[in-house]
């Protein structure tokens, strides 16, 4: 079992920048990916960024792509979010998660098999 924190959240202007982190325990990190998904009021949670264990794959939303960036520090046990240019419809909960079964299809929930509390996003226009 993994256990997930996340942290990083907070209120920013459109256009400006925010990172989360996620710090995982339990289980040697650099076994598994790690992703980010984000819930927004009222909507299903959806796909964000994922990391493959080595860093060497990343992989992102159409929404997010070219805006944010997904890292990890296998050293730290700690994967990012590097968010930039944000928009007000980028408001929502923030959610990092671990796939400790080696999924290949890392765009959807069901790959994931260990979940963060979430932190929240919120973007004024």
Not at 46 to 69: H, L, Q
């Amino acid at each position: 079992q993994v256990q997930l924190v996340e942290s990083g959240g907070g209120l920013v202007q459109a256009g400006g920048s925010l990172r989360l982190s996620c710090a995982a325990s339990g289980r040697t990190f650099s076994s598994y990916a790690m992703g980010w998904f984000r819930q927004a009021p009222g909507k299903e949670r959806e796909f964000v960024a994922a990391i493959r264990w080595s860093g060497a794959n990343t992989y992102y939303a159409d929404s997010v792509k070219g805006r944010f960036t997904i890292s990890r520090d296998n050293a730290k046990n700690t994967v990012y979010l590097q968010m930039n240019s944000l928009k007000p419809e980028d408001t929502a909960v923030y959610y990092c998660a671990a796939d400790t079964r080696s999924s290949w299809y890392l765009h959807t929930e069901s790959s994931f098999d260990s979940w963060g509390q979430g932190t929240q996003v919120t973007v004024s226009s």
